[in-house]
T-cell receptor
Framework: KAGVTQTPRYLIKTRGQQVTLSCSPI?????VSWYQQTPGQGLQFLFEYFSETQRNKGNFPGRFSGRQFSNSRSEMNVSTLELGDSALYLCASSYRDFRRGEQYFGPGTRLTVT | GNSVTQMEGPVTLSEEAFLTINCTYTATGYPSLFWYVQYPGEGLQLLLK?????DKGSNKGFEATYRKETTSFHLEKGSVQVSDSAVYFC????????FGAGTQVVVTP
């Protein structure tokens, strides 16, 4: 079974721009979660989608948004990029409730904001 | 509020040494507990889990026991290998999945 894939793997953007990251979950998984990983803040939960609905949300500003399509693929969008948005963005999928912890992570998208 | 605290790294060990990474949590109720591992350049992988008090999770020679009385879930391995070099994250789920800061482990030959 193919794992979680994320595209692109690396991205360089300029402050003020916007960016869209994509995540394809494991086939059959309906829950997709997004995390931001930085050296200073560690792993922080952004949001979780299940069957095209946002089910949980972390403490991030409204510049961070996401969506999920009918095939469970998910996208995350960050508008008006700031230098502090530079991070590794990880996507994780699970078959059912992500809080059970059995999530499968993708390799991440490394975003650099200059 | 709810939080996870794990020992700071890096932890540097020689091959075949004993590894312990401490993890304690603060949460209302009895969350499920997990250890994830992140190898260089990769995403996180679930290493082991425990869903109730006194449960022992084990995988790839790693073990951790859910200790309700001390609210701890320490990770142990009796004999580490160079391939165990990675960052290890303790996490618990109670409303959402919350991760510790991660502990880098470096195993030298």
């Amino acid at each position: 079974k193919a794992g979680v894939t994320q595209t692109p793997r690396y991205l360089i953007k300029t402050r003020g721009q916007q960016v869209t990251l994509s995540c394809s979950p494991i086939s059959g998984h309906r829950s997709v979660s997004w995390y931001q990983q930085t050296p200073g803040q560690g792993l922080q939960f952004l949001f979780e989608y299940f069957s095209e609905t946002q089910r949980n949300k972390g403490n991030f500003p409204g510049r961070f948004s996401g969506r999920q399509f009918s095939n469970s693929r998910s996208e995350m969008n960050v508008s008006t990029l700031e230098l502090g948005d530079s991070a590794l963005y990880l996507c994780a999928s699970s078959y059912r409730d992500f809080r059970r912890g059995e999530q499968y992570f993708g390799p991440g998208t490394r975003l650099t904001v200059t | 509020g709810n939080s996870v605290t794990q020992m700071e790294g890096p932890v540097t060990l020689s091959e075949e040494a004993f590894l312990t990474i401490n993890c304690t949590y603060t949460a209302t109720g009895y969350p499920s507990l997990f250890w994830y591992v992140q190898y260089p350049g990769e995403g996180l992988q679930l290493l082991l889990k425990a869903t109730k008090a006194d449960d022992k999770g084990s995988n790839k020679g790693f073990e951790a026991t859910y200790r309700k009385e001390t609210t701890s879930f320490h990770l142990e391995k009796g004999s580490v290998q160079v391939s165990d070099s990675a960052v290890y994250f303790c996490a618990f789920s109670w409303g959402k999945l919350q991760f510790g800061a991660g502990t880098q482990v470096v195993v030298t030959p």
